[in-house]
C-alpha cells in the first residue's frame, strides 16, 4: 500500500474529492494523515469524519520561516510518505523539503499553468479577459505553481462571472482532475521524461 500524506490550509474540499475517491475505487494506497499549517483549517473535520490522522504544525507558534519549514518537514518525513499532496496548501515550502520529495510530490493550482501562477487567480483571469480558465495539477518544484504537467481541466469564462462564480466553476472540476491525477501515480502510471508527463495507458491528460 501506497502511503499519501495530504497537506492543507483551509477548507479541504480537494482532500474530501480525494478520500471519496480513494475509498470508492479502492486505490492501493492509504492516506495516512493529514496535515495542516492552521489549527482552525476545516478540512481537519473532513479528514477526522473519516478516520484519518491529523497533525497540525501552526505557523503562528514558530519564532521563524526556518523553524517552521524544519518542524513541517519533520512531521511529513516521519510519515514516510510516497507521495506527499497540496490540497490548498497556503505555504511555499523550503527548496529542500520540495528536492527531498521531488517526482513524489503534487499540486493543483486553480488555472491553466503556467498562466497565472501565485495568488488572486480568478481576479486577475477576469481583469485579463480571458474566455477560458481552468485547472491544473502538477509535480511540485522549487519553482512556484510551475512543474511537470499531470492533467488539466479547462472552463468557460462567462461575461457576467464574478471571482466567486469563476472559482466554484473551476473548483468543480478540481474535484475530478485531482483524484484522477493521484490514482495515476499510485496505480504507477505516469512517466516524467524532461519535465514532461505521459499517462502510460493513454489516459487522457486534459478535461474539456
Ligand atoms: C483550490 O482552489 C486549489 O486549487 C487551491 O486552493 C483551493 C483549495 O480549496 N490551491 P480546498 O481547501 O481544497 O477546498
Known amino acids: 500500500m501506497m502511503r499519501i500524506v495530504i497537506l492543507i490550509s483551509g477548507r479541504g474540499s ?96 486553480p488555472s491553466l499553468l503556467p498562466a497565472f501562477a501565485g495568488l488572486h487567480v480568478h481576479r486577475r483571469v477576469l481583469e485579463a479577459g480571458c474566455k477560458l480558465s481552468g485547472a491544473t495539477v502538477h509535480f511540485v518544484t522549487p519553482d512556484l505553481d510551475h512543474g511537470p504537467i499531470v492533467i488539466q481541466a479547462a472552463v468557460p469564462v462567462h461575461a457576467d462571472d464574478t471571482e466567486a462564480t469563476l472559482a466554484a466553476r473551476v473548483l468543480e472540476r478540481e474535484h475530478v482532475i485531482y483524484p484522477r491525477a493521484v490514482r495515476w501515480f499510485v496505480e504507477g502510471t505516469l512517466h516524467v521524461e524532461r519535465g514532461i508527463v505521459t499517462q502510460l495507458r493513454g489516459e487522457p491528460q486534459w478535461l474539456l
Open 14 to 109: 480537494n482532500l474530501r474529492a480525494l478520500l471519496d475517491a480513494a475509498e470508492a475505487e479502492r486505490w492501493p494506497a492509504q492516506v495516512v494523515a493529514v496535515v495542516s499549517d492552521r489549527p482552525d483549517a476545516a478540512g481537519l473535520a473532513v479528514a477526522r469524519g473519516r478516520g484519518v490522522a491529523t497533525q497540525v504544525v501552526d505557523r503562528q507558534r514558530f519564532a521563524s520561516r526556518e523553524a517552521f519549514d524544519a518542524a513541517l518537514a519533520a512531521a511529513v518525513d516521519a510519515l514516510a510518505p510516497d507521495l506527499v499532496v497540496l490540497a490548498g496548501f497556503m505555504r511555499i515550502l523550503d527548496a529542500g523539503f520540495v528536492q527531498r520529495h521531488a517526482g513524489r510530490m503534487m499540486n493543483i493550482h
